[in-house]
């Protein structure tokens, strides 16, 4: 009796734990996480107005201003709802994108455009 169910059962099971990611809940896409920022940060992390810039930051500096948003441990009128939803893998992601962005620079911003043109 236990060997007759015991066998759909591991079959089911392993359809479970052999696909990792799908039963658990996965990260939404980089470019949707970092599609929240732009609206305040510019597009590609480039900001036109008062709010800082992003792109071509050190990770690093980024992912520690995004961890001391989460805790509180640095003020901030809206980061710290911002940043509150997404865990330390997500920052990481979010700060490793941003930083990788070519960095923000009025002086440049015609000149990336010219080196894009040739692609
Ligand atoms: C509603 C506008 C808004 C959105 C959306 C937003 N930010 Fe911000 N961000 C700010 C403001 C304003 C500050 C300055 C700190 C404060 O007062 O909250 C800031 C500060 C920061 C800083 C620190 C910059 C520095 O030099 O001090 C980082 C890093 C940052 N945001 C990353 C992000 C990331 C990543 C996202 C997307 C997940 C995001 N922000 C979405 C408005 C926004």
Request: with cysteine.
């Amino acid at each position: 009796m236990m060997k007759r169910c015991a066998i759909p059962l591991l079959a089911l099971l392993s359809a479970v734990l052999l696909r990792p990611g799908s039963a658990v809940a996965e990260s939404p896409p980089l470019a949707l996480m970092a599609a929240n920022c732009d609206g305040c940060h510019g597009e590609n992390g480039r900001s036109p107005g008062s709010i800082p810039s992003l792109a071509g930051r050190p990770a690093g500096e980024l992912a520690g201003l995004l961890r001391s948003f989460k805790s509180g441990a640095r003020p901030s009128t809206i980061m710290g709802r911002i940043i509150t939803p997404f865990g330390g893998d997500e920052i990481r992601r979010l700060a490793d994108y941003f930083a990788a962005l070519p960095k923000a620079t009025t002086a440049t911003t015609a000149a990336t455009v010219t080196e894009r043109g040739g692609e």
